[in-house]
């Protein structure tokens, strides 16, 4: 019983930091998480020390989109954090999931996730309409991973701040690799109910009355939202560090392009691009 309540205690503050970091960095942050370390799984493979806690932790620096939509970038400092304990937990970013069962080489159980918010003062285009607070997400996923590729489906309800259901699909397949680099190649979609895609893309009458953009009154209905394609390549520096390179590419779909904040203020092309350095405990 001492080791689970060691590692819940070590989890609970990054847990409390990850969440800061989401209000001030907003949405764009948990997609260059989940792409950064899912790409992580294919070219790093786990390797649990003797007390069954494998921890990686680092940061990075890349430009990303001011909210989803935008086509105003800025330069952020992203901290990559992924900690898991006895091949069962894993807080991989604000990502923070169970593996229930396993057999061959599916695995699936349930997940809990801090969705992040965005700020009407983040970008012009978004003043007067509010902010969108941050919230915890519940769900469950399904994973198929081979030596050579990773497949996932996930699903997750929102608690509150109007954000429900929305459904995440990835592939990631290695393309790459020599003694010293690895590179992968990998694709991703997202699919949102209606009340979320109203939440992060649609204008209300209120909305659009307040908005300084002068933005119309906008009804969004679900569907997928985005899909991008993403490069990773990681450089080994020593046995416990890797350099790392992001290039993803993203679009926008249907409710989510028409969007007045995406058509207008914003673009339905996505990008986010960075590098940074992981280190292995």
Avoid: C
Avoid at 193 to 198: F, H, K, L, V, W
Wanted: glycine content about 10%; aromatic content about 10%.
């Amino acid at each position: 019983m001492i080791k689970p309540i060691l590692v819940a205690l070590l989890i609970a503050p990054l847990i409390t930091a990850t969440a800061a970091a989401q209000s001030v960095f907003g949405e764009g942050i948990n997609k260059a998480f989940e792409t950064v370390q899912d790409g992580l799984d294919l070219i790093w493979p786990d390797e649990l020390s003797l007390e069954d806690v494998n921890a990686r932790v680092g940061f990075g620096v890349g430009a990303m989109p001011d909210y989803v939509g935008s086509n105003d970038y800025r330069m952020r400092v992203l901290p990559l954090i992924d900690i898991r304990y006895k091949d069962k937990w894993r807080l991989n970013g604000p990502l923070l999931t169970f593996r229930a069962f396993r057999t061959g080489n599916f695995e699936f159980g349930p997940l809990l996730n801090l969705r992040t918010g965005r700020a009407e003062n983040r970008n012009p285009a978004l003043a007067g309409l509010g902010d969108i607070n941050s919230t915890i997400e519940i769900g469950a996923f399904v994973r198929y991973q081979s030596n050579a590729a990773i497949a996932s489906i996930d699903y997750r309800s929102g608690l509150g701040q109007n954000v429900r259901s929305s459904v995440r699909l990835t592939a990631n397949h290695g393309i790459y690799k020599t003694d010293n680099f690895v590179a992968m190649l990998g694709v991703r979609a997202k699919w949102l109910s209606a009340r979320t895609m109203q939440t992060q893309f649609g204008i209300t009458p209120a909305q659009a009355e307040n908005s300084a953009s002068g933005l119309p009154v906008f009804t969004a209905s679900s569907g997928f939202s985005e899909a991008s394609a993403n490069l990773i390549g990681a450089y080994t520096l020593t046995d416990k560090v890797r350099l790392l390179t992001l290039i993803s590419y993203g679009r926008l779909f249907g409710s989510a392009k028409n969007s007045p904040l995406a058509q207008g203020e914003g673009s339905a092309a996505q990008l986010i691009a960075g590098s940074g350095l992981v280190f292995s405990f």
